[in-house]
């Protein structure tokens, strides 16, 4: 089942910018943490940003002072919005959850099917 849905994604000239979208699905509650995680090719998976339910902030430090995230609690919605984007953030990016499932104990570590962001010229 696909609890996390990520839209957004594109191609886009070097400075430019985008903004990322991730719903959690109607059935997830209690979402913790929620955050973006970004994959280039050959590369580990590496922290983009991530927001807590009370608004606290961390950013990986490729993405300071361009990349800023948020959260719509009330639409179970991050978002990231993306500026003076570069080729090497070029990657696929993948949006987290920490939240409870329904019929499952414990909160789950949840991750969306990614959406691919290409920068270049």
């Known amino acids: 089942q696909v609890h996390l849905v990520e839209s957004g994604g594109g191609l886009v000239q070097p400075g430019g910018s985008l903004r990322l979208s991730c719903v959690g699905s109607?059935?997830?509650?209690?979402?913790?943490?929620m955050g973006w995680y970004r994959q280039a090719p050959g590369k580990q998976r590496e922290l983009v940003a991530t927001i807590t339910s009370g608004g606290r902030t961390n950013y990986g430090n490729a993405v300071k002072d361009r990349f800023a995230i948020s959260r719509d609690n009330a639409k179970k919605t991050v978002y990231l919005q993306m500026n003076n984007l570069r080729p090497e953030d070029t990657a696929v990016y993948y949006c987290?959850?920490?939240?409870?499932?329904?019929?499952?104990?414990?909160?789950?570590?949840?991750w969306g099917q990614g959406t691919q962001v290409t920068v270049s010229s």
């Open positions: 987290n959850a920490d939240a409870w499932v329904p019929g499952v104990q414990g909160s789950q570590d949840l």
């Open positions: 109607e059935s997830l509650f209690s979402i913790a943490h």
